[in-house]
């Protein structure tokens, strides 16, 4: 059991680790950077606490280069951290992809990003988007 | 303060990483974290947090990866990862004390208003505090600007400190407080001097 201490010890030490990709803290980094999600909306997606978000930081992130050995590694931490496992896969999925698009073009693709933010929206968040003026 | 786990539990947690087991990672980190960092803090108590959660960090960022540089036979999983912060936190302790030490020593001259202080663009700021160093200690020769110069360069603001060097603790405040002003005026000039020397060569 942790004390409030030793929990934002834990943060700060997830936090260090968001630049590892060893760590998921890196994958999730990236991931809320990415698509502008805050602590409350990345939980809210893996349906977890906040709190689990710091336990999920300090995973390993999956091994991507074997489809059997990434969804065991997704299964075992979803079922560690307690949250959604294929919620979980498009995450680290998501973020692999955008890492790949960076390499290749600089820059990520703009649609890309504009429909994974519209498709996550539409089951996330109820607040429509205000249609642009021309 | 928390306590660090007992050998069994870092045992099988040793294990769990030899088998890749994604989630090893966040238990040792839950279990040995707050612990090595209470302990390291309880060690260097002047130290800031920052530098001693980077050591606790490093040492368990390079275990996670690299497990089997642990050698079970030669001692526990805990002393090999607090030995490990222990000596990166000496490290990172020395290199911020001479970064002090460098700044301090740019920071009294330019303070000064010297225009002589800048060091051609291609030489390195630590080259010049390795020579400097050296000549100062020959420069100075008496052991009462050499203790107040050291107080100097470990960053000492306290007047009753250098006060205490010049023999002169019993004075008033304010007196005090010219006579410290003076001595280290002075010895900021021999500095000065130095480094215009050292510039020119």
């Known amino acids: ?19 590892d990709p060893f760590f998921m803290a890196w994958a999730l980094a990236n991931y809320q950077m990415e698509l502008r999600l805050n602590d409350q909306q990345l939980a809210k997606a893996l349906e977890c606490d906040i709190d689990a978000l710091t336990t999920l930081a300090l995973c390993r992130t ?23 496992w294929k919620e979980l896969a498009k995450i680290v999925r998501t973020v692999q992809s955008l890492v790949l698009l960076k390499r290749f073009n600089g820059t990520p693709e703009v649609q890309l990003l504009k429909a994974a933010r519209d498709k996550l929206g539409s089951h996330k968040n109820p607040v429509k988007p205000k249609p642009r003026k021309r | 303060m928390a306590s660090f786990p007992d050998k069994d539990w870092c045992v099988n947690a040793h294990s769990r990483l030899i088998d890749e087991d994604p989630t090893a990672s966040a238990d040792l980190y839950k279990a040995i974290f707050p612990p090595l960092v209470g302990w390291l803090h309880a060690k260097y108590r002047a130290a800031d947090r920052e530098p001693i959660r980077d050591a606790a960090t490093d040492a368990l960022v390079d275990y ?35 970064l002090r030490k460098h700044e301090l020593l740019s920071a009294d001259v330019e303070d000064e208003g010297f225009d002589r202080n800048v060091l051609p663009e291609d030489s390195d700021p630590s080259d010049a505090m390795a020579s400097l160093l050296p000549a100062l200690e020959t420069q100075v020769t008496s052991e009462r ?53 050292l510039n020119a060569k």
């Not at chain 1, 059991?1 to 630049?19: I, T």
């Not at chain 2, 540089?69 to 912060?85: E, F, K, N, Q, V």
């Not at chain 2, 100097?152 to 304010?174: A, C, Y």
């Open chain 1, 1 to 19: 059991m942790q004390n409030d201490h030793d929990l934002s010890e834990l943060r700060a030490a997830a936090a260090r680790l968001a630049a």
């Open chain 1, 62 to 84: 999956p091994r991507v280069g074997d489809e059997k050995l990434f969804l065991s590694d997704v299964q075992a931490i979803a079922k560690y951290v307690r949250c959604d």
């Open chain 2, 64 to 98: 996670i990866k690299h497990p089997k540089r642990w050698d079970p036979r030669r001692g526990t999983l805990i002393s090999y990862i607090c030995m490990a912060a222990d000596r990166d936190l000496q490290n990172a302790l020395k290199k911020l004390q001479r």
């Open chain 2, 145 to 197: 600007d050499r203790r107040l110069l050291h107080l100097m360069l470990e960053g000492e603001r306290s007047t009753d400190k250098f006060s205490e060097v010049l023999g002169i603790q019993n004075q008033p405040k304010q007196e005090k407080a010219r006579t410290v002003k003076q001595h280290k005026d002075r010895l900021k000039k021999v500095i000065e001097r130095l480094r215009a020397q």
